[in-house]
Each structure stands twice: as C-alpha cells, then as structure tokens.
C-alpha cells in the first residue's frame, strides 16, 4: 500500500515549457487535489476532481489544468511554466464526507527558469 | 468561502514548554477542523482532528479546543521536545463542501 505518489520528486523547466506532473493513489479515494506551497503562503488549492472525470478549480487555478480519467490517478499540467509556477506542488486524496483526512503526496519541486 | 487566519507564524519555545496555536474561520457552517504537521523536506500529515459537535479533544501531549461561538480552534502541545519542530497548518472547509482552505502555517521551533 504506496499511499500517494508522485512523479517526478524534481524538474528544472525554462520559461514556455510545458510539463504534467502526475499524482496517482491506491487507497480508492473519491477526492483528490493539487496544491502549491510557497514560503509563507501555506498550502493553496490549484484544483480537485470529486470523482472520476470530474475536475474544478479552486484559489489559483490559472496557468495550470488537469484531468481525472481514472479514479487513482489526477494529472497536473502546465502548458507554458512561468517562473511564478516555480514551487512545491502537493497532490492528495481523502475519503468520503465523515472522513476528511487528505493524504498527501511527497511533493513535486518545480524550478522555472 | 471560507477565510482561515492562523497566528502566530513563528514560535519559539523551550523545550518542556507548552506551545498554543490559534486560528480563526469565517463560515460558520464548517463542521470539521484538522491539524497537520509539515516536518522539513516531508509532506503535511494529520496529527489531530475534532468535529463541531465537541469541545476538546486529546492525543496524548496534543489537544485541540473548538470555540463556535467565537469561530476559532487552537491546537496545544504540552511538554514539548524538539521533535516537535515542524509547521503546522489549520484547516477548515467550507460549511457545505468538503474543500479545505488551509492557515498559512506556525513554525514551531523547540529548543534543547
């Protein structure tokens, strides 16, 4: 039982790159999320899915997208990496409503050059 | 939605001191409240939780107070170590969802 994962643990991107950073989960979790933490600003909501095929934004949904076509697994994309997207990015899962807990991933740190 | 202040943003302490870490929420609807701690380098993982329909809960040297009346939770540590240095997050969904907003995080440091 691996939890959440994530890959890649590094990148290094040059300004107009694009990349997907994928988070998947064996725990059979509804929810999912990716969020961005950055020095002082704590952890904010890029976007979550409900369930399989479904995604929505949350705080600071622009320059990112993603997609849920299978319930373990929530990509991330970045169509064109600014370096204001250079951050920790964290993925997690939780439970039904009575089981809010999230599960976090180890976390994704994005260098944008 | 729902609006988390969390305070302070650093604290320094003795090891063998108690540490209080506040937040405050904006919609009074939220049912649910969790703590987690970030050690460095690590993910945010759940130390402790409490649900609106109580008042106090304990695990040991942490305990979590829920004050609807006033919308705000605390997260208290007693008889702190230095493993106890980390950040740690509030957080409190929105009455009718799910979604959590986060605190900006305290930073605990806990000296030998």
């Known amino acids: 039982n691996a939890g959440v994962t994530q890959t890649p643990k590094f990148r290094v991107l040059k300004t107009g790159q694009s990349m997907t950073l994928l988070c998947a989960q064996d725990?059979?979790?509804?929810?999912m999320y990716w969020y961005r933490q950055d020095p002082g600003m704590g952890l904010r909501l890029i976007h979550y899915?409900?369930?399989?095929?479904?995604?929505a934004k949350g705080e600071v949904p622009d320059g990112y997208n993603v997609s849920r076509l299978k319930k373990q697994n929530f990509l991330l994309g970045l169509e064109s990496a600014a370096p204001s997207q250079t951050s920790v990015y964290f993925c997690a899962s939780s439970d039904t409503r009575g089981k809010e807990t999230q599960y976090f991933g180890p976390g994704t740190r994005l260098l944008v050059l | 939605g729902e609006n988390v202040e969390q305070h302070p943003s650093t604290l320094s302490v003795q090891e063998g001191d108690s540490a209080v870490i506040k937040c405050t929420y904006s919609?009074?609807?939220?049912?649910?409240f969790p703590w987690y701690k970030q050690e460095l380098g690590k993910r945010p993982q759940l130390i402790i939780d409490i649900r609106s329909n109580v008042g106090e809960k304990k695990d040991q040297r942490i305990a979590v107070t829920l004050n609807k009346t006033a919308k705000h939770f605390s997260l208290h540590i007693t008889e702190t170590q230095p493993e106890d240095s980390a950040v740690y997050f509030c957080?409190?969904?929105?009455?009718?969802?799910?979604?959590?907003?986060f605190g900006r995080g305290t930073s605990l440091i806990v000296h030998p």
């Open positions: 919609d009074s609807a939220s049912n649910y």
């Open positions: 957080a409190a969904p929105s009455g009718g969802s799910y979604i959590p907003t």
């Open positions: 725990m059979n979790h509804e929810y």
């Open positions: 899915s409900v369930g399989e095929g479904t995604t």
